[in-house]
């Protein structure tokens, strides 16, 4: 082979993986963070709570409605839900992203996948909902159909028995305070944990509930094969993604629906959560 020829196939390559990779970071900022998928997650009961199984809870976080994720993109996660009908949806947090007045936009569709609920709909705030100014961001909410737990907890009466949805402050920016969290809940009942970041569940862990529900990390947005994500936020680097068992609780942790900077996905396809209690 000649030099020519090798300089030749040498620029060849360059070329293609040039094309390769604007083809990659095309798909990954315009294709896949609209490509969801639904995530099946069954999670038994304690022992004593076995009338509860058969429940069904959809889990939507990490909207982050903006200007690099509007509201269209969330569309189909309004028509499964209507196909699924869970009998509770809760909601992790970071509705909104940039600026508060985004939620004129999020409100309205956050408010339909909450009606498909059967029980009704609960959430909590993320750091950029509190960022975003919390007094702008709780009233459409609830307007919506959505109420935001803030260091409290609501019991939800099911033809199953009583669960308990405690939703504690944002971990990063909010005021914390699981004792009040967790005051109203009875020792013998059943409670799921709504807390935007999943990495403080060993501080939460002790007060009982038999699961926690997280978003923050986005999976990491990008995950390489064999490694896992090449970054994730404060907060979202010890659990990033899927199941966990912390202590007695078991954990689980959402990539999300939407994306912050940089607006890309790459082998972690954002998710609607629907989880089923089993005994």
Request: net charge neutral; aromatic share 8%.
């Amino acid at each position: 082979m000649t030099h020519l020829h090798t300089r030749r196939i040498l620029a060849l390559l360059a070329v293609f993986g040039l094309f390769i990779g604007a083809a990659m970071a095309w798909w990954a900022r315009f294709v896949a963070p609209r490509r969801f998928e639904v995530k099946h997650v069954v999670v038994q009961t304690p022992r004593k709570h076995r009338t509860l199984a058969g429940l069904t809870i959809a889990f939507v976080t990490d909207t982050h409605v903006g200007p690099h994720f509007l509201t269209a993109a969330l569309e189909p996660i309004v028509t499964r839900l209507e196909e699924i009908r869970p009998d509770i949806v809760l909601f992790g947090g970071d509705y909104i992203c940039e600026s508060p007045r985004f939620m004129a936009s999020a409100a309205p569709v956050l408010g339909r996948m909450a009606k498909t609920a059967r029980y009704g709909a609960w959430g909590v705030m993320g750091n950029h909902d509190l960022a975003n100014i919390r007094a702008r961001v709780v009233p459409p909410l609830a307007e919506a159909g959505i109420r935001i737990l803030a260091n409290e907890a609501v019991c939800v009466e099911t033809d199953q028995g009583p669960i308990w949805i405690v939703g504690v402050d944002d971990g990063l920016i909010g005021e914390v305070d699981l004792d009040a969290a967790f005051a109203a809940v009875p020792p013998d009942g059943a409670a799921i944990c709504l807390w935007h970041e999943g990495d403080f569940a060993e501080k939460s862990a002790p007060y009982g509930a038999f699961l926690q529900l997280s978003g923050h990390s986005h999976g990491g947005q990008v995950r390489l094969p064999g490694i896992g994500p090449i970054a994730a936020p404060k907060f979202g680097k010890r659990y990033p993604l899927g199941r966990y068992l912390v202590d007695d609780m078991q954990l689980y942790v959402s990539s999300g629906l939407g994306m912050y900077r940089p607006p890309v996905r790459f082998n972690c396809p954002p998710e609607l959560t629907v989880i089923r209690l089993i005994d």
